[in-house]
Nanobody, 120 residues
Framework: QVQLVESGGGLVQPGGSLRLSCAAS????????MGWYRQAPGNKRELVAA???????NYADSVKGRFTISRDNAKNTVNLQMNSLKPEDTAVYYC??????????????WGQGTQVTVSS
């Protein structure tokens, strides 16, 4: 089995910063693309940022220049540094990883989500 565990959410004032972390563990053979998604109440889950194992990144237009995604391939971790946060960034943030498990099958795995609230 594969598990993704997120940490780092919380309450922050507009203009502030937060850093989210996600660690993948379990029966992992290889990890491909990792990413962060978010879902605000009443909205669909949307991609925030993604990073391939080679380090190529992709960002939603709404976060470009404010958020930075990074990963440590040796530790199977992915981080999201969020700066200049806005109230519209408020959402539950989910980590996702495309994993080749030791069962030799590729699947998407999701974390449990972490709440980010931007409010004064």
């Amino acid at each position: 089995q594969v598990q993704l565990v997120e940490s780092g959410g919380g309450l922050v004032q507009p203009g502030g910063s937060l850093r989210l972390s996600c660690a993948a563990s379990g029966s992992i053979f290889s990890v491909s693309t990792m990413g962060w998604y978010r879902q605000a109440p009443g909205n669909k889950r949307e991609l925030v940022a993604a990073i391939t194992s080679g380090g190529n990144t992709n960002y939603a237009d709404s976060v470009k220049g404010r958020f930075t995604i990074s990963r440590d391939n040796a530790k199977n971790t992915v981080n999201l540094q969020m700066n200049s946060l806005k109230p519209e960034d408020t959402a539950v943030y989910y980590c996702k990883a495309y994993v080749l498990a030791t069962t030799r099958s590729w699947n998407d795995y999701w974390g449990q989500g972490t709440q980010v609230t931007v409010s004064s």
